[in-house]
DNA sequence: TTTTATATTAAAATGATTACAAATTAAAAA
DNA sequence: TTTTTAATTTGTAATCATTTTAATATAAAA
């Protein structure tokens, strides 16, 4: 499972499995959405409500170190955290901020023209789209 | 000339035209680059020394209300802004942090399935790369 | 069980952005 | 041109997100 590779990522690591830690995975990886770090920090809280959001932030950073969670730049507002590293791009509803992944063939290798590949060693490719939901659009 | 055009834009809208305005127009018009609030603030600085941060921050927010400038969701350390709103794309050294536009016709409009636009009123797309300039990559 | 290096916590510091109210000024009216 | 007025600018304070720091607690090795 998800979690049990988190622990063991963190393990070789050499760093230590705190059941901070292991509730901020299973939080990450039993959700569907893209959590913020407030939404995380009011579910971990819940169940150790001495946590600190120190805590929730430096566990989030290692994970994104580790490559295993990312970051989602498509608002300035708020910082979104997806645990799924699959290549994917995602939509967001300008009105309700809802995330949604879009899992498609097409990637987007071909917007990416030879001459500036070739002067870049490139890391990562973000592909972002924003609308309105239905729901959203019924509403005014 | 851009500057002329956005003076009448704000006029259109019942806007003042300040000198604190049009020095804004003028910096963002002039510079290839992706402007930050403090690049911004730093040069009107130069030309009006008591010049408002909020001066700049407000002028920045109708311009992209009025749709003359679009806000760079690429990194969450900065936020910048883009004179140019013809469709284009861009990519970030990750250690250097500048940005450089994209030009190609290979939309990413394909990446976006039909299954999801019908749920949606689109409004708009990005698309981000992330890599290390060949000066980057040289350095280290 | 003891030891020790790492992690957690609470609090303070920092940085970015927004809110506010008084003073200034662009532009319309006289 | 001068007067008027509503919009804008400014300086300050408030807010919000994130990072730093140092003391305390604890996971895991010995
Ligand atoms: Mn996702
Ligand atoms: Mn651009
Ligand atoms: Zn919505
Ligand atoms: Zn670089």
Request: aromatic content about 10%.
């Amino acid at each position: 499972m998800q979690i049990e590779r988190m622990i063991r990522r963190f393990r070789e690591a050499g760093l230590k499995i705190t059941p901070q830690r292991v509730a901020i995975f299973e939080y990450l990886y039993t959700t569907t959405s893209h959590p913020t770090v407030d939404d995380i920090y009011a579910y971990i809280t819940g169940r150790f409500p001495s946590v600190s959001l120190t805590t929730v932030y430096n566990t989030l950073q290692t994970m994104v170190g580790l490559g295993e969670i990312e970051e989602i730049a498509i608002s300035h507002e708020r910082r979104n955290f997806d645990p799924d590293t699959r290549p994917h791009s995602h939509i967001m509803c300008v009105k309700c901020k809802r995330i949604e992944d879009i899992y498609t063939d097409n990637l987007s290798e071909n917007c990416l023209p030879e001459s500036v590949r070739k002067r870049y060693r490139i890391l990562g490719q973000r592909i972002y789209f924003y609308g309105l939901c239905s729901r959203c659009v019924a509403e005014k």
